[in-house]
Structures are given as structure tokens and as C-alpha cells.
């Protein structure tokens, strides 16, 4: 079915360009193209002396490594024979260069309650938790999975696993007991750290009860332990087996110091999104993690010892871990944590806490973006924004419109945008632009920071040419790579490192454009074969996405006889009927955009997409229910699964 040369037709043209305001640029981390160039051909040329350098002056060391990396592939080592820890690293060390007294966490609750902790009221309680853990059994090396609410106790307890040795594993708390079950038992998890409930748009969900689900199925797990959060009654306690924090940590000494740990030490499991198929237990290691986390935060996000930065994910994803935990505390950032819905009380909640709290950094998802625009710009104008200098995209493509909505309704057209463009498994950014210094074209990540080297191919590994698009590759070890699925060596080969020897395959598709930006083109198993030319999906989508009554489009590809596949979009609009006629304008307003060729065959209105809790768009159903097929294959991330039955029928 694919077009022998495996590269894939680039048909969206887009060339609006926004360079840094120049009182950016005068202040920022890396404020010369020269100042990247020069790093990133010392990265790529000596990719030993640069990362020694850059370790060296980043993390603190119990014991100086040896070599830099040694790479096997499909297997990197990095920092070898260093002792490391990266609790230290995000608490102690900052504590050591002054910082102690400011302000670590500040934290708002759903209800709104609130609460701060300085780097030393925060290396206090992570002190407490570890010694708890420690006296409770669990010692270097064992796995325990954190389920919890977004309160402070989650990075307390990620960083209380760090300190001690123990490999975290933190599973979203809106995931089913089925869900925890299969991740406790993937892992061989020995605890779960959990609390009694969870605040989501105002009402109770009792996580407790949800593990004891979870917790008859999970033979492995010794021991849990319980925040009290909700104050929610009559939570079931086995006896022998679970302990309230309050019982156990609130009393012990904070004074525990931080276990020398070898530098590829396990820190975390974590499991991907589950966009593309069953969720795959991804590992990474303490100092190459550490170090790539802190580097890309500094780099990207342009840090200042005065901001308020705030990430929004939640920590149950890989954004959560590298931008709100080890990222941004081990830079010694102020970072705003917020426990709730974005639309709880109101639609205004996020504008809210940027107006209250000064947030000078927001980085956000493409998934909320487009609820804003949908939920309507009053809910933005109540609010000063002016803080803001700095605003971030993570976890799909943002699509042009959405970008430029972004740009000016949030960022009050003064703000860079950093579309940054990762995975679970890089451990951090990968590409992104430099806000300095990069003139940022709406849906382009642009750049690759230091030290990753990416090559474009077709199917037979060949490098394409800069017009079309090809599957995404990493072509040289970086410190923050993934070190394996846990347990599952033989899916972290096939799955990585296969289809084209010696790289690592992203799994998406890219293009580099002729001033060398890179487009990130939707994901290999979603190319769409329209007679013999292979489309993008978000090509098409940001198509239908840049007519003024949709808000999201996902864009699949169904069996026709004739061209081979058939274009299917789904799509969500705003202040229009869902009608025929809005159907044909849909039609043509892709033909006009981006050409006969990637006109929909069927247009779809949809109340919502089917989702992944981590909020991308699942093609990969979509595409059963475009060809009225039922829907197969792993549904344990998707977020609401009555959407899949809605999609039934069309709402016009
Ligand atoms: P699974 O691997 O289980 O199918 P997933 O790939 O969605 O799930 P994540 O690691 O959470 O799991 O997401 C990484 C993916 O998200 C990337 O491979 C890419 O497809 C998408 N992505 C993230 N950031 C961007 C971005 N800035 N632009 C385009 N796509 C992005
Ligand atoms: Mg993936």
C-alpha cells in the first residue's frame, strides 16, 4: 500500500514568522545564535567533553565518573562509576548555593486552599517521607508506584524513592484499578502510596478504594500508605498492610541525608500515553535523566532566579516529571502546583492563578489551548496576564490557529512560544526553539537542542530530501535516553531500534524545511495513503482547524477502492450548526487551503474526540470507527469511553 519511497507529501504552507522581542533577547539564557551554534557543534563533535563539562558543573557528585558514555546500541551507560542522587540534586545542592529560603513549591488546591515550601521546608518533608519508606521496608532498588492527587506529598514522595534508591512509579490518578493492577504487576511494585481521595470539579473520587480494587489483583505489593486529603470517611484499611502518612511520616527526624547513588541507578518507571497502542513501561536512570532535565529546563524555558513558573501537567506524565519535579528544582525554580480542573469553579480558574500568583512561565498542552478557545475569550479578558513572558506547548502539534490564539489571547502578542517537541522516552525536550533567539513559525518545533542529532528517513533508512517528510530518527546517544521497557528487552529492541539499525526511531514523522526547522508530521501509523501520496495527518487538521467553526479535527484514513484510502475527519466546532452545508464549506476550505488531494471524503461532527487521560487525540480508534469497524486494541488510557459510542452518530 505504501508508496516505495516511504516519504510522505508536504502540502501546508505556513510562513508567518515571530522573532524574539528584542528586551528578551538582552536577558535571556542563550542570547546569540552563536552562542548555540557553538554549543551544539560542541555536542555533536565532542560529545564526551561537552556532557563531562556540562555534568560536571550540573549535579553534584559524591564520586567523580569516569568515562562519559559508553554506547552499545541499543544500550547507553552515561557518567560511569559517578555517584549521584537526584533528591540532592533538586533539594540539598540548591540549599547549598542560598536558596534555601525561597520558595520551592507554592500550591493551590482545588478548593483552594493553599500551600507553600521553601527548598528547606521541602527537603524537610521528602526527609520524613524517605525515612518512612525506609523504616516501612522498602529499601535501593524496589519499585513502588505513587497514586495520588496532585498535592505537594507527590513530588515529596517522587523525590523521598529518589533519595532512598527506590524506582518510582507514578501512575495518573484518574487511571482504573485495572489499570494500577497491570502496572503494579508489570513492575513488581513492593508499595503504593495513595491517599484517601481526590477534589475533581468539586466532587469526591475515593482513590482508596480504587487500589483496594487494584491491591487484591496486585500479589507483589507488601505495603500501602495513605495521605489524608479529602478527610473522606470509613477508608478501608488492611491491617499489616496499610499506613496512614500522617501516622508514619509527619514524626520522623528530617534529617535524612541523600544515599550516594551510582549514576545508572534506576530512578523511574513510567508508562507512555497509550496513543499508539498498549502503554509501554518506559525506564530511566538518575544522572544522564538529571542532568538532560535540568539542561532542557535552563535552555528552554530561559530560567530566572525571580520567576514563578508553571507547568500544568499533571506529575503522572513524563511532563510532570521533567518540568514540574527534576527539571525546575534542580534549576532552584519557584513552581506554581495546581491540584484541579481548569474549569472548576469556572472556565477562568488557569487565568485566575496566573493573575494571583505573577506566573511569568506557563506550559500548557495543545488539548487545553483549544478548550479555551472553545470555552471563549471572556474567560481570558477578566484576567491580567501581564506577568507572563514566556509561554510553552507540549504533547501533540499545535495546530497554526490554535498557536496564533495562544500567541495573542494568552501571551498579549509579547510572549515567545516554545512548541516543544518530546517523549516519555527521551527523558526531555528534544527540539525546541530557543525563546532568545529562535523566530518561531506556528507549528514548527524548529531546532533540536545540543547533543541530539535527528536524521529524517524513508522506509529503507535513507536520509530524505528537506521537501517531503520521512520517519523521525536519533541518530547519537543523549544523556536523557531511555535505558529499556522495564522488563521487556525484547519489546524495547523491535519497538526502538529495528526498523532502522543504530538510530532510534521516534515513532513520529518529520520534515526539515529548507531553513532548517523541523515539522513534526503526526505519527508513522497514522500516514494516510491517498492515491499513492502519502499525507500528514496534521497537515489536514490544522486545515480544517483554521476555519473559524472547528475547534479540534482528527484526521484518519479509510479503505476506499479506488485511491487505496479514503480521508475521514472527525471534527468539534463552535457557533455553528452541524449541517450539510457546514459539512461542503468544510470540504472546500481544505481544497482551498492545502489542495484537491487532501480534501475529506467524510466529514465527522463529534461532541469531543476520544482522548488519552494525558489529552492527545486517539487516531488509532478513530480510524476503526471511520471504516464502521469495531473498535479493537488496548482502550485502557482513554479518558471517557462513552466517546467512542457517541462517534456512532454523527450529530447532523
Ligand atoms: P504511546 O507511545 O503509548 O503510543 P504517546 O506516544 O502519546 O503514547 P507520550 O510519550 O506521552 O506517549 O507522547 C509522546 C508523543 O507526543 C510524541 O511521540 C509525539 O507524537 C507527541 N508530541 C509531543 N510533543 C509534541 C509536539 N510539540 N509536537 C508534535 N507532537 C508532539
Ligand atoms: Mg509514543
Known sequence: MTDPSGQIDHILIEDRKFPPPAEFTKRAVVSTQAQYDE???????????????EANEHLHWFEPFGDVCQWNAPHAKWFLGGKTNASYNCLDRNIDAGRGDKLAIVWEGEPGDTRTLTYTELRSEVAKCAAALTQIGISAGDVVSIYMPMTPELPIAMLACARIGAIHSVIFAGFSAESIADRNNDASAKMVITADGLYRRGKVLPLKETVDEALAKSPTVEH?????RTG?????????????????????????????????????ILYTSGSTGKPKGILHTTAGYNLWAKRTFDWVFDHREDDIYWCTADCGWITGHSYIVYG?????????????APNHPAEDRFWDLVEKYKVTILYTAPTAVRAFIKWGDEHVEKHDLSSLRLLGSVGEGINPEAWIWYHKMIGGERCPIVDTWWQTETGGIMMSPLPGITATIPGSCTTPLPGIVPAIVDEAGNVVDAQHGGMLCIAEPWPGMLRGIYGDEQRFVEQYWSMVPGKYLTGDNARKDEHGFYWIMG???DVINVSGHRLSTIEVESALVSHDAVCEAAVVGRHDDLKG????????????????????????????????????????????????????????????????????????????????????????
Not at 39 to 53: C, I, L, N, P, Q
Not at 569 to 588: C, D, G, S, Y
Open 39 to 53: 554549543m551544539y557543534a560542541k555536542a555533536r563533535d565532542d560529545r564526551d567533553g561537552f556532557w563531562k563539562a
Open 224 to 228: 500501602c500508605l495513605v495521605l489524608q
Open 232 to 268: 473522606t470517611e470509613n477508608v478501608p484499611m488492611t491491617e499489616g498492610r496499610d499506613v496512614w502518612w500522617h501516622d508514619v511520616v509527619d514524626s520522623q527526624s528530617d534529617d535524612f541525608p541523600a544515599v550516594p547513588l551510582d549514576s545508572e541507578t534506576p530512578l523511574f
Open 328 to 340: 525546575p528544582l534542580s534549576a532552584g525554580a519557584t513552581c506554581l502546583m495546581y491540584e484541579g
Open 523 to 525: 505519527r508513522i501509523d
Open 565 to 652: 484510502q479514503a480521508i475521514a475527519a472527525f471534527v468539534t466546532i463552535h457557533n455553528r450548526e452541524p449541517n450539510e452545508e457546514l459539512r461542503k464549506e468544510l470540504k472546500l476550505h481544505v481544497r482551498k487551503q492545502i489542495g484537491a488531494l487532501a480534501q475529506p471524503d467524510d466529514i465527522r461532527f463529534a461532541a469531543t474526540l476520544p482522548k488519552t487521560r494525558s489529552g492527545k487525540i486517539m487516531r488509532r480508534l478513530l480510524r476503526d470507527v471511520a471504516s464502521g469497524r469495531e473498535v479493537v486494541g488496548d482502550t485502557s488510557t482513554l479518558e471517557d469511553l462513552s466517546v467512542l459510542a457517541k462517534l456512532g452518530d454523527d450529530e447532523a
